[in-house]
């Protein structure tokens, strides 16, 4: 069985042309072509790089609740409340997010799964005590799956993943990987500068982005594969710091012709996402 890599890459969607778009060579380093529609889908003897649905046939502009619990799921959250919510997801997505999330299945099917993402306990206290919810749906999916959160400690240990990329992400991350089925990790840097419309930025995280996936690969295509997404547009478009109604990027990195194929024709939209890493395991 094939480790597998989930990157969920915050806030980046595909757009038509380079202009304003700090993040048009994204993946460059792999594929060879910018990042924009015209030029997708890419598949090759390593990857298949396409773009997907964010808006699941709602109207109104994409958001993080529902887009991650639609992700996570395999649920459209957005039909499902009948609207995009933004930021943290109310009660009726905690409890699809309690029961349906991915992590939860791969634990229950036996597969060995974490999140390598660094927390800080102050994190928890802080957010636990407030009435509202304001975990997002990656820390909560987390909580619901009975995985442990990753702190200073683990990193010490060469164990845990800063979400900023630095201090020996690339060994840590490959440390994790090689003791694990299902590795969980979130990156919403992307999403933070595009709402601040800060292009210099994001033009640096993508290219941070683009040197910690290559190493990865480079160093862990004999272990692992790894598959990438995104909840919503945002970063793509510097003329906004609201998020866009563009389509989100699907990566797949693998040497396994066959999947990348059947996903190529079977990944439409962010709800297929779920299906996508179980038929990764347990379908081809």
Known sequence: MRKLLYIFLDGVGVTTSTIENPVSTLFKNLTGVDFIKDNLPVLNKDLLLKYID???????????????????????AQQFLGYHLTAF?????????????????????????TCANIFSREY?????????????????????????????EDHERG???????????????????????????????????????????????????????EKL??????????????????????????????????LYLSQNMKLKEHFNSSVKSITDFKKAVIDHYFTI
């Open 54 to 76: 964010a808006t699941l046939d709602v109207p109104g502009i994409p958001q993080s609740a529902t887009g991650q619990t639609s992700l996570m799921t395999g649920v459209n």
């Open 89 to 113: 997801p109310n009660q009726k997505l905690i409890e699809l997010i309690e029961t349906k999330n991915i992590l939860l299945e791969l634990k229950n099917r036996g597969l060995k799964v």
């Open 124 to 152: 928890f206290i802080k957010r636990s005590a407030r009435k509202k919810n304001m975990f997002p749906v990656s820390a909560l999916s987390v909580m619901k799956s009975g995985i442990e959160f990753r702190f200073i």
């Open 159 to 213: 164990e845990a993943v800063f979400a900023h990329l630095t201090n020996n992400p690339v060994e840590n991350m490959l440390n994790i990987c090689n003791n694990h089925d299902f590795i969980f990790f979130e990156y919403f840097i992307t999403d933070s500068y595009g709402h601040k419309k800060d292009y210099s930025k994001i033009l640096k995280e993508t290219e941070k982005i683009n040197s910690f996936i």
């Open 217 to 250: 690969w480079n160093n862990g295509k004999n272990n692992f594969d790894i598959i990438l997404t995104s909840d919503h547009g945002n970063s793509e478009d510097n003329t906004t710091a609201n998020h866009t109604l563009n389509p989100v990027p699907f």
